[in-house]
């Protein structure tokens, strides 16, 4: 089992960056694939990126494509999302997700897109962009 701690929220303008950061515990991170989920209030939880167990392959929703970037350093234990360009309807509270279910090494570029395939999930950090 993987317990996963996200940080790097706060407040930012609209054209703004922020970095997010979510660490995990255990030795073996590498096994899993990663995705980061926000949900605004009222709004249902929605997907935004997701990274492969090697890192090479992500994929991104189509709001936040070319804005934002996922990334991960498997010898720290921790997965990224750059934030640029930030808009007011990027406010939300934004978690990161794991899952263990594409460990197969033949599925090391699979990435996962979908809340329902995800097995551990963070506490979320608040992000809040001000127009």
């Known amino acids: 089992q993987v317990q996963l701690v996200e940080s790097g929220g706060g407040l930012a303008q609209a054209g703004g960056s922020l970095r997010l950061s979510c660490a995990a515990s255990g030795r073996t991170f590498s096994s899993y694939a990663m995705g980061w989920f926000r949900q605004a209030p009222g709004k249902e939880r929605e997907f935004v990126a997701a990274i492969s167990r090697s890192g090479s392959s992500t994929d991104y929703a189509s709001s936040v494509r070319g804005r934002f970037t996922a990334s991960r350093d498997n010898a720290k234990n921790t997965v990224y999302l750059q934030m640029n360009s930030l808009k007011a309807e990027d406010t939300a509270v934004y978690y990161c997700?794991?899952?263990?279910?594409?460990?197969?090494?033949?599925?090391?570029?699979?990435?996962?897109?979908?809340?329902?395939?995800?097995?551990?999930w963070g506490q979320g950090t608040q992000v809040t962009v001000s127009s």
């Open positions: 997700a794991a899952t263990l279910r594409y460990s197969s090494p033949i599925l090391k570029h699979f990435t996962a897109t979908s809340a329902n395939q995800y097995d551990y």
